[in-house]
């Protein structure tokens, strides 16, 4: 039988910090969601080529409570991982991430269906990020996590400690062992455990989470160490080669299938021109092999992410794709789309209030980390369209509605409808380029109250048009080609994590909840 190929990324758009397992013959695939709720993404394939985003994992705000965190801050690097009838997944929630400190509690949530329900999360510790639960042969289960040291002159970055985790009593147990200092790339983050022929396999993330960002092994035959660095590390990279389509290659996590095959999944960025990804990072997976050392190595025999990858000896499983289009006739949200920080409620969005309508009753500006009437989905392609339909009815300036394409509450661009003391009904473009507000990007065009409009937007590569339309008439551009690298991970001086969104918001200024009214929201692909 020919082997399928696997073409990278595999979870394109934003979809960072892969954590893979297995259950028997079914592969799942955790990614990092920071500040958009529901928190914590779950894909699903049955032969590690084909993905289809399945469900989410924290759904409560009893789980997970982000209204005030910051941009890029709320969920890091999730651990998902099964044993025994049971799913397994640790996550943290960021509360501070600037400066000296980082506030970084660490919690756990289980289920035994991979679709939930999942529990209430048990706290376990918060003494760095980027955990991960291991569970030995044996029948201990082990935290890793990377140690956080806020002090002037430490590495911040101090190693991995290794602690027990208690299933019966919920919590850790005995002392933390440090167990790693990492390599001289530094930024030691990412760990993950295995066990394989006799030894622990440490996995590590190396060097940061931009371009020199690596994945790198060590191994020892005792839990607690000293744990051996491996003489060829890293073991993946894309540092120092500019020319390969997918960068930033690092922060591994590896599956053993059922068919007796490695691989490791890891995140990637693709940048639209020069070192801009607007796209955020996301998910590759690369096929690996145990040497005659009994160390990790790539299987094609280099360190660098390949974008085509031979598949494992399983029989294809492909999904139906994804709907282009959604017309709201739905009584909940679609599994794609994701809000600001905290979760859909009928308060501000309702899809019962008005059969086949999304209504937003609009809350908080572009700028608040607490109450955003804002649902989106994420840009997964460089090139795409998107567009919606919106009857909305601004009595005050301080109303506005429409069309976002997000990255944080710094960097956006917005064609919105809003009310004006001279035009009245108005539609314009507001973006915000590093926290810089600007609606003077073009004339306001007046529009006949009453009236529904239909808003567009056509992204090619670092480029945004858009485009508006009238009892249907043809569609007509309003407003420059934005260049729009801006909302990228790399543009602002303090780094971010996240990736680019596309979807519809509202805001009432005034404290009065003024609603709008989308009839439906459709976007496309050309990859």
């Known amino acids: 039988m020919s082997r399928n190929l696997i073409q990278n990324p595999i979870l394109r758009g934003f979809h960072p910090d892969p954590s893979i397992c297995r259950a028997g013959e079914d592969y799942y ?3 990092s969601t920071f500040e958009w709720f529901p928190g914590v993404r779950i894909h699903h394939s049955r032969d590690l080529v084909h993905w289809r985003l399945l469900t989410h994992a924290l759904t409560r705000k009893s789980q997970l409570d982000m209204e005030g965190d910051l941009d890029s801050g709320g969920v890091w690097a999730p651990c998902l991982s099964y044993d025994n009838g049971i799913f397994y997944l640790i996550y943290t929630d960021v509360k501070s991430r600037q400066g000296a400190f980082k506030d970084t509690p660490n919690y756990l949530v289980t289920a035994r269906n991979i679709e939930g329900p999942w529990s209430e999360p048990v706290y376990l510790n918060s003494s760095g990020f980027d955990p991960s639960l291991f569970h030995d042969p044996d029948g201990r289960k082990w935290l890793v996590n990377m140690l956080w040291d806020h002090r002037t002159d430490k590495n911040s970055f101090a190693g991995i400690v290794l602690q027990e985790y208690s299933a ?3 919590r850790l147990i005995g002392p933390v062992y440090p167990i790693y200092k990492g390599t ?4 030691t983050e990412g760990p993950h455990l295995y066990r394989k022929d006799g030894w622990y396999y440490l996995i590590t993330a190396e060097g940061g989470t931009q371009y020199n960002h690596a994945v790198t092994v060590a191994r020892s035959q005792n839990i607690e160490g000293p744990y051996e ?5 890293p073991v993946l990279t894309s540092a120092g080669d500019n020319g390969l389509e997918l960068q930033k290659a690092g922060h591994g996590c590896l ?3 059922h068919t007796d095959e490695w691989y490791m999944v890891h995140l990637c960025g693709r940048p639209v021109k020069e070192k801009y990804c607007n796209l955020g990072r996301e998910t590759a997976i690369q096929r690996c092999v145990f040497t005659e050392e009994a160390w990790l190595a790539l299987a094609d025999g280099t360190n660098r992410p390949s974008v085509t990858v031979e598949g494992p000896d399983i029989p294809a499983h492909p999904f139906p794709a994804a709907a282009e289009r959604d017309d709201f006739d739905a009584p909940e949200l679609d599994v794609r789309w994701s809000t600001l920080r905290v979760p859909a409620d009928e308060s501000w969005l309702s899809l019962k209030e008005r059969q086949g309508f999304l209504r937003l009753r609009g809350r908080e500006s572009m700028s608040s980390l607490h109450r955003q009437s804002l649902v989106a989905l994420r840009q997964q392609a460089f090139c795409c369209s998107a567009e919606t339909e919106l009857e909305f009815e601004p009595e005050h300036f301080q109303q506005m509605a429409g069309l976002i394409v997000y990255y944080d509450t710094k960097d956006y661009e917005y064609l ?5 003391e001279v035009l009245g009904k108005c539609l314009g473009i507001v973006r915000s380029v590093d926290g810089v507000y600007d609606d003077s990007v073009c004339a306001q065009i007046p ?3 009453g009236s529904s409009c239909r808003l567009k937007v056509v992204i090619q590569r670092e480029f945004a048009q858009f485009y508006y339309s009238v009892h249907n008439t043809s569609w007509e551009k309003i407003g420059p080609d934005l260049d729009i690298y801006h909302l990228s991970d790399d543009f602002p001086a303090y780094i971010r994590f996240t990736g680019t969104f596309i979807g519809m918001c509202a805001q009432d200024l005034s404290g009065t909840f ?3 009214d989308f009839d439906y929201f459709e976007y496309k692909e050309c990859l």
């Not at 660095?229 to 590390?233: D, F, S």
């Open 229 to 233: 660095t491996g003489p060829h590390n």
């Open 416 to 420: 919105r409808i809003t009310h004006d």
């Open 255 to 257: 599956v053993h299938t």
């Open 184 to 187: 001289a790339l530094g930024l």
């Open 514 to 516: 003024h609603a709008a």
């Open 29 to 31: 695939i955790a990614t």
């Open 168 to 170: 019966e009593l919920k």
């Open 447 to 449: 529009l006949a109250p």
